[in-house]
């Protein structure tokens, strides 16, 4: 963090009043989230934890040998038919019941700092963000020090984004789609793709090239996830290019083989299936030929080994 903890507090109060008439990310639902009245993302005044760990699973740079500080909230402002976060992320009747207060999102974070985390990983924080931020105002004066790790759908406002600046050290965005129609097909966005870039943009002017310490493990920086979707859904070769073209070449992506077709995924038949091998080499191909410099693929193998089950106690993705 490289804000003072006056500064802090005074995004903190600025983003809360906001949620009176919720423009926190960009669907600008305008509801008064401070009452608790619910639009999209369905959530309220106070955070959602559905889950928080000591995850192993994530890039390396974000894992690294003693995990990542992960918590999952609950909600999301997209719809993601293929959301391998499902059971948080859309059933929110369910998710009332793990609402805490700002005062027990601070202690979360200093219990994942006690166990040795790396860093403390915000999975799903856009809307959030007041709520986080208001959190670390707390946390921070109290000796809280981790490098937090924003990890998001990219549907982020650019406003609210600037209100993270000096405040999250490690953006960890998705590039989803580089097609609105496909994004409002299966995510519920039909701006996502100039949102989502421009969010990309403004995060890489606050953290730029990923900084790593001599353990590698990151400490400040963009890293760039892409999820390859069967029959070319995602833009693969168009979003890869883009970010060679328009942010770096230099910027560090992560090639997700992942997909495994979940919740509502059976209501569309061209990607109720995991990908072939000739659309991960068509992936493989499409990095090379983009000119980008960093990053990692997952293997092929990925889709049996990274789906969570948030219905069990305990780690979501421990067996």
């Given at each position: 963090?490289?804000?003072?903890?006056?500064?802090?507090?005074?995004?903190?109060?600025?983003?809360?009043?906001?949620?009176?008439?919720?423009?926190?990310?960009?669907?600008?639902?305008?509801?008064?989230?401070?009452?608790?009245?619910?639009?999209?993302?369905?959530?309220?005044?106070?955070?959602?934890?559905?889950?928080?760990?000591?995850?192993?699973?994530?890039?390396?740079?974000?894992?690294?040998?003693?995990?990542?500080?992960?918590?999952?909230?609950g909600n999301c402002n997209l719809r993601c038919v293929f959301c391998q976060n499902y059971q948080i992320s859309q059933d929110s009747q369910k998710q009332e019941s793990n609402t805490v207060s700002i005062d027990k999102l601070s202690d979360i974070m200093?219990?994942?700092?006690?166990?040795?985390?790396?860093?403390?990983?915000?999975?799903?924080?856009?809307?959030?963000?007041?709520?986080?931020?208001?959190?670390?105002?707390?946390?921070?004066?109290?000796?809280?020090?981790?490098?937090?790790?924003?990890?998001?759908?990219?549907?982020?406002?650019?406003?609210?984004?600037?209100?993270?600046?000096?405040?999250?050290?490690?953006?960890?965005?998705?590039?989803?789609?580089?097609?609105?129609?496909?994004?409002?097909?299966?995510?519920?966005?039909?701006?996502?793709?100039?949102?989502?870039?421009?969010?990309?943009?403004?995060?890489?002017?606050?953290?730029?090239?990923?900084?790593?310490?001599?353990?590698?493990?990151?400490?400040?920086?963009?890293?760039?996830?892409?999820?390859?979707?069967p029959e070319g859904v995602a833009g693969t070769s168009e979003s890869l290019n883009w970010l060679a073209d328009e942010i770096s070449n230099e910027v560090t992506v992560s090639v997700l083989s992942q997909y495994c077709p979940t919740h509502d995924v059976?209501?569309?038949?061209?990607?109720?299936?995991?990908?072939?091998?000739?659309?991960?080499?068509?992936?493989?191909?499409?990095?090379?030929?983009?000119?980008?410099?960093?990053?990692?693929?997952?293997?092929?193998?990925?889709?049996?080994?990274?789906?969570?089950?948030?219905?069990?106690?305990?780690?979501?993705?421990?067996?």
């Amino acid at each position: 963090m490289r804000i003072s903890i006056d500064e802090l507090q005074k995004r903190a109060a600025r983003l809360a009043a906001r949620l009176s008439s919720c423009d926190i990310c960009p669907r600008e639902c305008g509801v008064n989230r401070l009452k608790d009245e619910r639009s999209f993302c369905r959530s309220g005044a106070l955070p959602i934890v559905s889950s928080y760990c000591v995850h192993l699973g994530e890039e390396p740079a974000i894992s690294g040998t003693g995990g990542s500080g992960t918590i999952f909230f609950g909600n999301c402002n997209l719809r993601c038919v293929f959301c391998q976060n499902y059971q948080i992320s859309q059933d929110s009747q369910k998710q009332e019941s793990n609402t805490v207060s700002i005062d027990k999102l601070s202690d979360i974070m200093f219990e994942l700092q006690a166990k040795g985390c790396h860093n403390i990983n915000l999975v799903s924080p856009s809307h959030f963000v007041p709520q986080i931020v208001s959190a670390l105002a707390l946390a921070v004066p109290r000796g809280f020090n981790l490098p937090i790790v924003y990890n998001t759908n990219a549907y982020d406002s650019v406003s609210t984004l600037k209100e993270l600046d000096g405040i999250i050290d490690i953006y960890l965005p998705d590039i989803k789609y580089s097609d609105d129609k496909r994004a409002i097909k299966y995510s519920t966005a039909s701006d996502y793709t100039l949102t989502s870039r421009d969010a990309i943009k403004e995060m890489w002017r606050q953290s730029g090239k990923l900084e790593i310490d001599e353990n590698g493990v990151a400490i400040r920086g963009v890293i760039i996830r892409h999820l390859i979707l069967p029959e070319g859904v995602a833009g693969t070769s168009e979003s890869l290019n883009w970010l060679a073209d328009e942010i770096s070449n230099e910027v560090t992506v992560s090639v997700l083989s992942q997909y495994c077709p979940t919740h509502d995924v059976h209501l569309f038949p061209e990607i109720n299936r995991t990908i072939t091998e000739k659309e991960y080499n068509e992936a493989m191909k499409a990095f090379e030929d983009s000119g980008l410099e960093n990053g990692w693929a997952q293997e092929p193998d990925a889709p049996e080994n990274y789906l969570p089950d948030f219905g069990k106690k305990g780690h979501p993705f421990e067996k």
